[in-house]
């Protein structure tokens, strides 16, 4: 058992190294979702929406499967159902 508590300790200090960066950055909400942009036009995305907690950027896939992004600038509000 005392072999195994340095390499659980790493472990556990390691996973805290991933809190602190901040990489869990993303929400994902489950569409489909409208997107309206700044010009007032939509977008409707079938899939889920990822969104950054940190900038706000929006990131979906179109009906090609096509990754697109929008950056908070780029949009006014989304709503998802």
Known sequence: MKKFLPLLLLILSACSL????????????DGPCTIMLTDGSTITSDGNIKISKRTQAI?????????W????????????Q
């Open 69 to 80: 992004s929008l950056f908070k600038d780029d949009y006014v509000s989304y709503s998802c």
């Open 18 to 29: 991933f809190e602190d960066t901040k990489l869990v950055d993303i929400r994902e909400i």
């Open 59 to 67: 990131t979906y896939r179109d009906e090609d499967g096509k990754l």
